[in-house]
T-cell receptor
Framework: SQQGEEDPQALSIQEGENATMNCSYK?????LQWYRQNSGRGLVHLIL?????REKHSGRLRVTLDTSKKSSSLLITASRAADTASYFC????????????FGKGTHLIIQP | DAGVTQSPTHLIKTRGQQVTLRCSPK?????VSWYQQALGQGPQFIFQ???????QRGNFPDRFSGHQFPNYSSELNVNALLLGDSALYLC???????????FGQGTRLTVV
């Protein structure tokens, strides 16, 4: 699988605001996944969007995928302090047997 | 369901020693992948085990080896430890063919 590149590297917003982070990748994909990691802990799967989907929602999360631009965005609405974490995208090109490849992530800080 | 469990949670070893880390996958999962995450970086794929065999490997030296048992649990072994092996080691499990991965909380390895 290929590595995604998250942007920005760090983002600090006030509680209640929306947070948007982006992911770019290089070659065609089967799906793209977003994960969250709280400080020093394991990753938590947030959402998977397939290459034939353009938008997907899960609670306060909204993910878009633009395969023509090879990019995805993750929007967190009405942010909370508990959303403070690192967020990683994992574009997946393989056939089901490949490991995931992660970039450096976006470090999101929600200020009270 | 206990999810993915890893042991130990923390470990301090001396350079040149060998270490074994353990992982029990989520119930019903048959595929286990291992990742290394250095401070400030995203997780890097080490290898994946399925049906007790290494199915895919990332860019890691032969000092890193693994094993999967008939009950799908897995071990990661690292020989001749280097200071640079200090990292958070994450185990992830999944269904074969399903790319959504469930991560454990990790083992923090410090090599001194």
């Amino acid at each position: 699988s290929q590595q995604g590149e998250e942007d920005p590297q760090a983002l600090s917003i006030q509680e209640g605001e929306n947070a948007t982070m982006n992911c770019s990748y290089k070659t065609s994909i089967n799906n793209l996944q977003w994960y969250r990691q709280n400080s020093g802990r394991g990753l938590v799967h947030l959402i998977l969007i397939r290459s034939n989907e353009r938008e997907k929602h899960s609670g306060r999360l909204r993910v878009t995928l633009d395969t023509s631009k090879k990019s995805s965005s993750l929007l967190i609405t009405a942010s909370r302090a508990a959303d403070t974490a690192s967020y990683f995208c994992a574009p997946y090109s393989g056939g089901g047997a490949d490991g995931l490849t992660f970039g450096k992530g976006t470090h999101l800080i929600i200020q009270p | 369901d206990a999810g993915v469990t890893q042991s130990p949670t923390h470990l301090i070893k001396t350079r040149g020693q060998q270490v074994t880390l353990r992982c029990s996958p989520k119930s019903g999962h048959d595929t286990v992948s291992w990742y290394q995450q250095a401070l400030g970086q995203g997780p890097q794929f080490i290898f994946q085990y399925y049906e007790e065999e290494e199915r895919q490997r990332g860019n890691f030296p032969d000092r890193f080896s693994g094993h999967q048992f008939p009950n799908y649990s897995s071990e990661l072994n690292v020989n001749a430890l280097l200071l640079g092996d200090s990292a958070l080691y994450l185990c992830a499990s999944s269904d074969d063919g399903n790319t959504e991965a469930f991560f454990g909380q990790g083992t923090r390895l410090t090599v001194v």
